[in-house]
């Protein structure tokens, strides 16, 4: 079915009109709950019944065969990894005013990309990535990406070719790890790694630079700056090198993909839907005006 549709969502969305919001299924050997409609995913997001992560063959081989970072680790790991990620983020700027700025830079410089290639077609599925990512990583490394970045645009692909490869069940991988030893190509096995691999050697690259360029006795720049301070100045064996590296992986997919999806697919709305496309240019044009870009202090206490 996912090879007739060709991604996963698409899957879910059929068997939840021919079935309902609520299909249980078996995938492989797990047993499996896919929720579809507003109620449904509501009840799912705010139960702590619900907070689980799935463990498997995948989701280890993209943390070194352990369970590692924040979005697939669970219990007291989880609790203090994600405490220590986010107290620093907030530290250097996440949902502060200072962030808003970056977003503002951003969305400037976007515009003016817009500009500049309007005699052009713009794929708008990947047309925020970049911008996106950047507002992240800045507080995550200390450094923007040029939306033109041709070698962040190709990692950027590769991200986006592993979300259509492989759902959160982990494919047939995750099932069946051993196929990667007889048919490492028709399971995904080799895509997979080719993935990791340039992920993790792109992420080496940049806490190489920070480990040459940082200086442990000063205030850190960013949170690999933080994350690597903590680890020379504590015995906690929770902060290491892999989860550093796991840490950084979750981050850069969380913060290139979600977001910039839910753009992309606002924007596939409006254009179907030109009536609701109208009612967003009135009230941005009754809010904000056309001579500012919005501000959260736009939104409604």
Not at 24 to 36: D, E, P, Q, T
Not at 264 to 291: A, T
Request: aromatic fraction near 10%.
């Amino acid at each position: 079915m996912h090879k007739k549709v060709g991604y996963h969502h698409l899957v879910w969305t059929y068997l939840s009109k021919k079935y309902g919001d609520v299909v249980g299924m078996k995938l492989g050997r797990n047993l499996v709950v896919a929720a579809s409609g507003p109620q449904a995913i509501k009840e799912v997001l705010t139960r702590e019944d619900f907070d689980g992560r799935p463990d498997g063959f995948f989701f280890r081989l993209r943390t070194f065969g352990k369970r590692l970072g924040i979005v697939f680790s669970e219990g007291q790991f989880w609790k203090k990894q994600r405490k220590f990620s986010i107290q620093h983020l907030r530290s250097f700027g996440f949902g502060k005013k200072e962030m808003e700025q970056m977003i503002q830079d951003e969305t400037r410089s976007l515009l003016d990309i817009f500009e500049n290639t309007c005699d052009k077609p713009i794929y708008m599925h990947s047309a925020f990535d970049v911008s996106v990512l950047n507002g992240l990583w800045a507080m995550m490394a200390g450094e923007r990406f040029e939306i033109e970045d041709e070698r962040l645009k190709k990692l950027l692909q590769i991200v986006n070719d592993a979300f259509r490869l492989v759902d959160m069940s982990g494919g047939l991988i995750n099932q069946m790890p051993y196929l990667r030893h007889i048919a490492p190509n028709a399971c995904g096995y080799n895509k997979i790694m080719d993935v990791l691999t340039r992920m993790w050697q792109f992420l080496e690259e940049t806490i190489n630079d920070h480990r040459k360029s940082m200086c442990y006795m000063q205030q850190p720049r960013d949170l690999i700056d933080a994350f690597l301070q903590k680890m020379e100045y504590t015995n906690d064996t929770s902060f290491t090198d892999d989860q550093l590296m796991s840490l950084c992986l979750d981050l850069f997919m969380a913060g290139s993909e979600t977001t910039s999806n839910s753009l992309g697919f606002s924007m596939l709305l409006m254009v179907l839907h030109p009536d609701v496309q109208g009612k967003v240019q009135d009230e941005l044009d009754r809010e904000v005006g056309r001579n500012r870009l919005p501000s959260l202090s736009d939104k409604p206490m």
